[in-house]
């Protein structure tokens, strides 16, 4: 697939982007010359990105969004293409979590969580994947994952439900890549690690999987830079946060382990 091209003029929709990487990202495409469509369930927060970004000479339109309801999605596509006529990058990004012992989360927890984190993105693809194929050209889709769905889940023991999730975002990224490399569609995945708003003020670290990344602190502006240069490159892995590299390495050499004890202690099975 050729690259991405030129940005300027272009429009990028940023789910959740009234949040702190939402608005990273909004106002990085905004920088490159790119009209932003700002989506956030929280109307104040959607407008003041838009209001960044517009401070930097883009056009901007903010709507307000509950990315759990493929009806709420369909009118932010609908108010996208009224707005620029076009969408060549779509961020799936918006999330939330509940941080709770496992034996604590209730089924409320995980829909609550999932809704968004899983639904939200999936909602995003099938809403504006049609119209992206229909308008041609070369376009992009980078749906927000996290190390938490590339690393080690058992670091992670607070936060169940939202790693449940970011794993089936990547698998989700990772099958949709190749189909939609057919029409013009590039397909990134975002694994961030610890993006903070200040790194050299950030102390608190409240599960053990943070200890990989609390010498590589990044902050949204950072982590919006590797977006942009992922999909300058047509990426399908983003990966900001370095240090990320070894506990990736980490859990793969778990799962090698475990081939070896089945090769050692089992007999060969077909």
């Keep these: 697939m050729d690259d991405f091209g030129d940005f300027t003029g272009k429009c990028a929709v940023v789910t959740g982007g009234g949040g702190l990487l939402g608005a990273g990202m909004a106002t990085a495409f905004a920088r490159k010359g790119m009209n932003v469509v700002v989506s956030d369930l929280n109307a104040d927060t959607a407008a003041a990105t838009a209001a960044a970004v517009e401070a930097l000479g883009a056009k901007a339109l903010a709507v ?125 995945v975002l694994c961030p690690g610890m993006t903070v708003a200040d790194p050299a003020n950030f102390t608190t670290f409240k599960m053990p999987s943070a200890q990989w990344y609390e010498h590589n602190l990044l902050d949204a502006d950072q982590v919006a830079q590797e977006v942009l240069h992922g999909i300058e490159e047509n990426r399908l892995h983003i990966f900001p946060h370095r240090a990320g590299r070894g506990e990736v390495q980490t859990r793969h050499q778990q799962l090698l382990d475990d081939f070896d004890k089945a090769e050692r202690t089992s007999p060969p099975l077909g």
Aim: aromatic share 6%; charged share 15%.
């Design 64 to 188: 307000t969004t509950d990315v759990a309801d493929p009806d709420s999605v369909e009118r932010l596509a609908e108010q996208s293409y009224a707005a620029f006529g076009a969408v060549h990058v779509l961020c799936n990004n918006a999330g939330l979590a509940v941080l709770k012992p496992f034996v604590e989360l209730t089924r409320t927890d995980w829909n609550r969580v999932l809704s968004v984190q899983f639904d939200g993105v999936l909602n995003g693809i099938l809403t504006f994947m049609p119209r992206m194929i229909a308008q041609g050209g070369r376009s992009h889709i980078v749906n927000t994952s996290s190390m938490s769905g590339v690393g080690r889940a058992d670091l992670r023991q607070l936060n169940a439900p939202y790693v449940t999730a970011k794993f089936a975002v990547v698998g989700l990224s990772e099958t949709m890549a190749p189909s939609l490399a057919e029409h013009g569609i590039g397909v990134s």
